[in-house]
């Protein structure tokens, strides 16, 4: 029964990934707290209106979310970033229309936002 | 209802839904009741196929954020396995990355799980947006795709939906993609510690705008968007300078919605 190193020489001195493993219980707990807040937050939404009958009405402005969830996430993001980001967002925009293809327009994205951030 | 209508544009798509509301009568669909008449989104291994395959390059980009995550939770002293766990059950990336910067020795914990929670709410709206497909699907099958749901992988849901293909799966099979890389790079990220560079260098950074770029050249449905997508703009934009965190996107969902639920029968 060797007693255990006092483990604050050997990670000081190697900082060695010799806890790779270590799980302290601590931790997970507030990890698994975290998952569980997210999971009630990418669920609560469907399983509020899949209980509760929507009017017409109601209906009407669930309708618009999707495109106004996506200009909400954009607007700002965009807003934020400068004629690089603009320019690549553009040509975004332009291969989609043009070959509606989401890979050709990905790579048309990350490629123009390095070029162009490496020229302007 | 939005799958048989999106050949209608504008006001037309409102009127179809009451109709279409009149033909049918008393919906069975609504408790979640697997019944045949299940229109025509399907769960499928097809459709999970498609998702997985069509989320590849995507969740590629995203590992480039899995491994900068990974990254900093290693500085800030979680093991690799901690910082796995973390990916693995929560599946949200920018929560993630702000958990772990609050990250202290005495672990704010309230601090912590309220900024989950209010980064991650947008997700609420997000999921809710599904339901017009949904509703044809088993509860079970819902909310088990619905963990594996996070924004890029949203997008490209949304976008396959309103297609018309009605592969309910989608989501299941590109958030699996998601999945697999998020923890995967989480992994390198930690182990690599602070050897790897700022994933700005390579672009990764605008993976996710371009996702969405590309889906809001999808979703246009000509001038009916023009209100909401404006109202959303103005919302979010100036919410973002005003407010802390991510609640810009809710807000700017949220005002597009109310205003759309005011101007309805105009």
């Known amino acids: 029964m060797a007693e255990p190193n006092p483990p604050s020489t050997v990670l000081t001195v190697f900082e060695l990934p010799a806890d790779a493993f270590a799980l302290d219980s601590f931790v997970v707990a507030v990890i698994l707290a975290m998952a569980a807040i997210t999971v009630l937050t990418k669920v609560g939404g469907i399983w509020l209106v899949r209980h509760v009958e929507l009017s017409d009405r109601l209906e009407a402005g669930f309708s618009v979310l999707p495109g106004a969830i996506v200009i909400a996430v954009l607007g700002p993001e965009l807003a934020a970033g400068g004629p690089a980001e603009w320019g690549a967002a553009g040509l975004v925009l332009l291969v989609m229309w043009r070959t509606e293809s989401i890979l050709l327009a990905l790579c048309a994205g990350v490629g123009g936002i390095v070029a162009l951030r490496a020229v302007l | ?266």
């Open chain 2, 1 to 266: 209802m939005a799958i048989d209508t999106d050949a209608s544009d504008g006001p037309e798509s409102v009127l179809s839904d009451v109709s279409e509301r009149g033909d049918e009568g008393p919906q069975a669909s609504e408790s979640g009741s697997d019944a045949p008449s299940a229109e025509s989104v399907t769960f499928e291994w097809d459709g999970v196929r498609a998702g997985f395959l069509t989320c590849l390059p995507v969740a590629l980009g995203v590992g480039g954020y899995g491994i900068a995550f990974g990254v900093l939770a290693n500085q800030v002293g979680l093991s690799v396995a901690e910082a796995a766990l973390m990916s693995a059950t929560v599946l949200a990336g920018a929560s993630q990355i702000v958990a772990v910067e609050l990250w202290a020795d005495p672990l704010p914990v309230a601090a912590i799980l309220v900024t989950v929670f209010a980064i991650n709410l947008r997700y609420s709206l997000m999921g809710a947006a599904l339901q017009p497909w949904f509703r044809h699907l088993r509860s079970s099958r819902v909310y088990g795709s619905l963990f594996f749901m996070a924004d890029e992988n949203w997008a490209l849901t949304m976008r396959e939906l309103t297609s018309g293909s009605g592969r309910g799966a989608f989501l299941l099979g590109s958030g699996i993609a998601m999945w697999l890389f998020w923890v995967g790079s989480t992994i390198v990220g930690a182990l690599a510690g602070e050897t790897v560079g700022d994933p700005t260098q390579y672009g990764f950074d605008f993976i996710l705008a371009a996702v969405f770029v590309a889906l809001a050249a999808e979703l246009w449905e000509g001038r009916s968007s023009l209100v909401p997508w404006l109202v959303a703009l103005a919302v979010s934009v100036v919410a973002a300078t005003l407010v802390p965190g991510r609640w810009y996107i809710l807000l700017g969902g949220l005002a597009a919605a109310s205003v759309e639920v005011i101007r309805y029968d105009g």
